[in-house]
Structure formats: structure tokens, C-alpha cells
């Protein structure tokens, strides 16, 4: 059965909602959207999200831990066979709101929210303990698996517009993009490198800042990592970039993958 995934960080989805969000959910074609930084509990993304969930959208969400920080949700047409909120059931990340995994009958969805880091610092160790988790799981997943989201981490040189002014930042550390090499060669397939294999991009985070929007001064940090079994079936990729910068409804854009 072909099915369509979509990801996106909505920075806020009680602000996203009021900004175009809810009419983005009402005329994509997507089967299932993998939400990151809802910054909201149950209550309020419900909420939030209520027409579009009157309309037949199913919500799994996981609850941020810190008050305004991550959550991350899934969005789907039909209900999930079963829902898994954390990386690991005893992890200091479980109750984060950092990761959702969503099993449907073809294929088993995750939605993944990684640490902004900051390069020398406590926050850039706990982004790496989180990243070895997420690696063990990523490393137990058999089938049609689709780990989607905001990874927070430019791979290559590439995936991001100003990559010789950020080397030694957070998002481009030579140990960030080793763990996306180790992913990528354990048989992780990055879908929209694959199905966009020449040129820079397609960039998915402009900064608020200054015309880094307008000049496509971007980051690709919105990926959609597939189990070979599900990368086998992508046929189409798009990051669904606004048309002006007044239309954007959050600073990133959705990555959307059909797949066969």
C-alpha cells in the first residue's frame, strides 16, 4: 500500500495553528506527519489541533518534559496498531518528549525531536547521550521503519548554505556528522539525499534572522532516515518551502517522501 509521510518542526504548534498550520493539515496528501517542538501538553495540542482532528486526523503525542521545550507528535488518517513514547523505558530521556514511535500495518513511523546542543557544554554531552540511545534503537528496528524529524545535525558539507562559518558549532561537529555516517552505513537510507543526489540542500530551517529565508541561506536538518525495506519504496521527496516569507507558519518547512 503507497503511503505519503510528512515531518515537520512546527515551533509551537499552538502558534503554528493560529499562523497556517491548520490549513496545511487540510489540503496535504500526507498519510502521516511526524510533528517536533509541539511545545504543548496533551491538553493544549489537542486543543490547538481540534479541527483538524474533527476532521479524521488521529493524534499520538509525547508530552515535553520541561515546561515550552520539545514534545513530539503524529498525525495520522487512521488509528495506530500500537503507540511507543521514549527511546528506552528506563532512559533519563523518556519522559522528554524527544520520541514517538507509531506502528501502522506497512510501516512503523518514529518521530524524533534531537537536542539543539551548544558546542563544549553540558547541553552538547546530553544531546550526545541521547543520540547513543536513539542509535541502540534505530539499530533494533527490522521491517519498514521511517525515523522522521529534526535531527539538529547538517550531515554534509551540503546541507547547509554557510558550512565553513559553523565548524566548530553545534549542528556540524565532526562527532555529529560521524553518527549520522554510522547510521547511514548500519543500513539507514536518507531519503531525500537519495532522491535529490546532486546540488546543496533541499534546505528545510532558514533562521528568523535577517533575509536568510529570502537568500535560501538554510540548514537541511529535517530528515527522513528509512530501514532499507521502506527507502526501496521512495519515489518522491519535497520540502515544501513557503512561497514568501510572510506565508512561512514556522521557521521550518515540511519534508514530505512518498513512498510506492
Request: charged share 25%; proline share 5%; hydrophobic share 40%.
Amino acid at each position: 500500500m503507497p503511503y505519503i509521510v510528512s515531518t515537520v518542526n512546527v515551533n509551537g504548534v499552538r502558534a503554528a495553528a493560529g499562523k497556517g498550520l491548520l490549513p496545511w493539515l487540510a489540503r496535504t496528501e500526507a498519510d502521516i506527519v511526524c510533528l517536533q517542538e509541539t511545545r504543548a501538553d496533551d491538553a493544549q495540542i489537542a486543543a490547538a489541533l481540534a479541527p483538524a482532528l474533527a476532521e479524521g486526523w488521529v493524534l499520538a503525542h509525547a508530552e515535553p518534559g520541561v515546561k515550552g521545550r520539545a514534545g513530539v507528535g503524529v498525525l495520522s488518517r487512521r488509528p495506530a496498531k500500537s503507540v511507543r513514547i521514549g527511546v528506552e523505558p528506563a532512559s533519563e530521556f523518556v519522559g522528554a518528549g524527544r520520541y514517538i514511535e507509531v506502528e501502522f500495518d506497512e510501516v512503523t513511523v518514529a518521530s524524533v525531536y534531537v537536542h539543539t546542543g551548544e558546542a563544549d557544554t553540558p547541553r552538547q554531552d546530553e544531546k550526545y547521550r541521547f543520540l547513543d540511545e536513539l542509535a541502540t534503537r534505530m539499530s533494533t528496528r527490522t521491517g519498514a521503519f521511517v525515523i522522521a524529524g529534526d535531527w539538529n545535525i547538517a550531515h554534509t558539507e551540503r546541507d547547509l548554505k554557510n558550512w565553513k562559518g559553523n565548524l566548530k558549532k553545534s549542528g556540524f561537529l565532526p562527532a555529529e556528522r560521524a553518527w549520522v555516517d554510522r547510521q547511514l552505513a548500519s543500513g539507514y537510507v536518507d531519503v531525500v539525499r537519495k532522491l535529490h543526489p546532486e546540488g546543496d540542500g533541499p534546505f528545510s530551517w532558514w533562521s528568523y534572522r535577517g533575509r536568510a529565508f529570502d537568500n535560501d541561506t538554510g540548514w537541511r536538518i529535517d530528515y527522513q532516515l528509512a530501514t532499507p525495506e521502506a527507502a526501496e519504496r521512495a519515489k518522491q521527496a519535497v520540502v515544501e518551502r513557503a512561497a514568501t516569507y510572510a506565508e512561512r507558519w514556522s521557521d521550518h518547512a515540511p519534508v514530505t517522501v512518498q513512498y510506492r
